[in-house]
């Protein structure tokens, strides 16, 4: 299975903090680069980076409303993380349970 380029790829848009902070501060809706930029201690430029690195992804869709240019949150591509984690949660589940099943038998056979 081939993966996708890095500037495509979800996971690797995530990894950066800045990223997942932007992604964060999409959640209550579409803004223009300055509202997303604001608690940031970078440039416009860094968090155009930013946005460009998320739309590359298709965690972030752009549109232009005159002069602004306005970002809103596309999370579809981050099924793709879920389901990769599923697969860890499954095998979690599994050992906590076996590790809840020795407790239960060495406690019950120590009394």
Known sequence: ???????????AA???PTRRA?????LTGEQPV???AEPFAMSLPAI???LQVLCD???VQMRKAGRQRLYRLNPEPLRQ???WIADYEQF??????ALGNYLEDNICSET
């Not at 299975?1 to 996971?11: C, G, I, L, N, T």
């Not at 979690?92 to 349970?97: E, I, R, V």
């Open 1 to 11: 299975m081939s993966r996708p380029a890095a500037s495509a790829d979800v996971f």
């Open 14 to 16: 995530i990894a950066d």
């Open 22 to 26: 932007i992604l964060d501060r999409l």
């Open 34 to 36: 300055k509202q997303l």
């Open 48 to 50: 155009s980076q930013h």
């Open 57 to 59: 992804a298709g965690l």
């Open 81 to 83: 993380v879920s389901n």
């Open 92 to 97: 979690w589940q599994q050992k906590l349970d």
